[in-house]
Structure formats: C-alpha cells, structure tokens
C-alpha cells in the first residue's frame, strides 16, 4: 500500500481531532505522584537487539530519562550535553540553523512546552534554558507514519532507526509534535567535527534523532549526555519502582512535554518545588492515569487547562505567553 503526503496528512489530522481530549491538556507530577506502570508493548514491536555475551548490557523494561531542570541554568549547560551526544554519533553540524542537525538542543520554555501557561509556572522555570530531545514516546506517531518500517519502537521503549530503511520522505518529521528528528539536506559527512569510527555516518536524504544511546547502553555505558551532563540527566528503568530514575522522580515535581497529545512521552523535567506557585482552593491530582483524586472526586475537576494569557516581564510589560 503506498501512502502520499496529503493522505498521511489527512489521517494525521483525523488522529490528532479523535485523540485530543481524551489525555489531560497539563501534568504535574508532585513528589510521591509517580505513577510508573508500563504499557504491555504493542504487537509488532521489535525487540531490544541481542547482547553481546562478552558485555554487561545495562537493560530496562522501561527506558525513560530525568532532565534535572534545576541544575541547568547557563546554555552552555545544555551545550557541554549536545556537543558530547553530537561526538559520540557523528551528527554534522551546519552554520545555516534550518539545515543543522541535532539529537539534544538547546530550547526556552517556551519552544520545550508550548502552550503551558498555567497560573503555577514561574518566571524562574521560564528564563531556563532546557535539553530537548527525542521523547521516546510510548505511543510514538512517528512510527505510525514511517511507510517503510525504518523508525520502530523496541520492546524496552526505546524509539529506533534503521537508516537503511529510510527513504527520507519526512513523514515521521511532520508527525512528530516535539520536532525531535532531523533531515539530512546534504552530505552530512562533510560536515562532521570529529568522527567517531565506532557509529556509522549517516547519507544525504536521511532522518535522524536521539536513539537514547542504545549502542552505549548495550555495552553498558550510560548515554554521553548523561556522563556530560554531570548528575543533571539520569536515565533507568521507569518500570521498576526502585530504579535510580524511579526513586528520583517520585521524590521530586516533574513536568512532561505536551501530555495532552497522548504520546506518552518518557523524558521527564524536574523542576524546584519552589518554581511552581501552589494551587490556590485545591489540591489537584494532575497523575493523567489516575481516575479519581484521593478526595474520590473524578480528576477532570481538577484538571488544569493550558490558557494563552499575557506575562509580565520583570520591567512589568506585558509579553506574549505561549505559542
Ligand atoms: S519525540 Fe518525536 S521522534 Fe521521538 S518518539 Fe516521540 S514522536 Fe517519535
Ligand atoms: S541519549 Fe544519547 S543519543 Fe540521546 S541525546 Fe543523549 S547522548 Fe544523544
């Protein structure tokens, strides 16, 4: 069956229409709030590659990472995490920002969570600079829109790419919502700052994005973010209660990326309890898995909706809030 860009569209848009509504449009989860059970992987999923015997393969069930927002405070802070991600696969780099390439980038508030304007969120979580990247979704629509199989998600909920198998038709960029995939518009070799002879290069009319370093991760090393990043990113198994990264974030508030698609995204921020204004006549339960509040109330009254509203600068003009 062939599938052209306007069909895809057409069936995007109807996905979007059916599944919006049916999530929580904000989460916020608060320390003890954690809920960290695993979807049974789809049928069809591919499994995690085979181990190698002579090496310690670091596994999970559930691969999901923690971006501590309170310890990136400079850009240069996402940058020392970017540029080792950027050594480790051969990611090019090009001086024109529209054809560059990158796995982990710099971002505001504002372009990591569009639309989050909720009365708690502080000019403190707003001025820092965040690492986006590829979420890993748990119900990735870049894997429903690749025609040709070359982005699948593995059983340990790592989203993968078979460059082979990519026949650059864009498909899984456009259906992305957290544009966490990059095309290659030229030769990226060409434009490679120190090669890595251990990961392979990529072509011209290529896809590419995070893979959460499934490579290091088979050898049993974390991820060249996370030893860059100096504590600040911690990645483990979110399906196992007493995980590093599970005990993290069920100690601290965290924050997800446009919950309200349904995407089921596995990178988490924790932010400072003290950037978060407290709820004012409530105590919402914003865990979009639960039904009901500990109140026994349905959770739907307390949900709180993004809402486009005005901030004010610290001169006390007013700017735009949200995208
Ligand atoms: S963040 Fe984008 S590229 Fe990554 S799994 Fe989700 S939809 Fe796919
Ligand atoms: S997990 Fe690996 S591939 Fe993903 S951003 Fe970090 S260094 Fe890059």
Redesign the pocket.
Known sequence: MTINRRDFLKIAGISAVLGFGEFTAYELLRPGELFAKTPAPPKGTAAAPPQDAGLRALTANRWA?AVDARKFNSPEDVQK?SD??KR??NVPTFDDARRDVN??RTATFDQTFPGLTDDRITDALIKKPYAA??NHCGDPPCVRACPTGATFKRKDGIVAMDYHRCIGCRMCMAACPYGARSFNFSDPREHIKEFNREFPTRTKGVVEK????SERLQKGLL????EASGGAVTVGDIADPKSEISTLLAANYSIRRRLELGTEPGVYYIIAPDTVNPAENSTPNFDKNSTRNSDGKSRKENVVAPRREERKNSDGKSKKGGK
């Open positions: 990472m995490c080792a991600c480790t696969h796995w982990l990247l590829c995070c893979t959460f370093c991820p060249a973010c996370v």
